[in-house]
């Protein structure tokens, strides 16, 4: 059975940092490109990040490029995302996902970026 559960969101002030983490069972992760997808208050999922199944391939949305960097372990399982110079519009529930619109994604975590 794929699992996929995400951890480390919480409340932040704008300009700090957050790391993501996304635990992977069920299926054989590194051989599967991963993805990070968000929610925002009110509006649909928007993609975030891609990396390749080495973690040597990675992708970002124009509105996160320069601030989040997403990365992976294969022995552990484990997707990241480090979240950099958080801002309001960041706000939103993060979940990782083995494809690009967010099929088979997990519970997610909240980010909420506010003072």
Known sequence: QVQLVESGGGLVQPGGSLRLSCAASGFTFRVNGMYWVRQAPG???????????????TNYA????GRFTVSRDNFKNTLYLQMNSLKSEDTAVYYCARDRKGS???????VTVSS
Request: glycine residues 20%; positive net charge.
């Open 104 to 110: 088979g994604r997990g519970q997610g975590t909240q």
């Open 43 to 57: 509006k649909g999922l928007e993609w975030v990040s891609s990396i390749n199944p080495a973690g040597t391939m």
């Open 62 to 65: 124009e509105s996160v490029k």
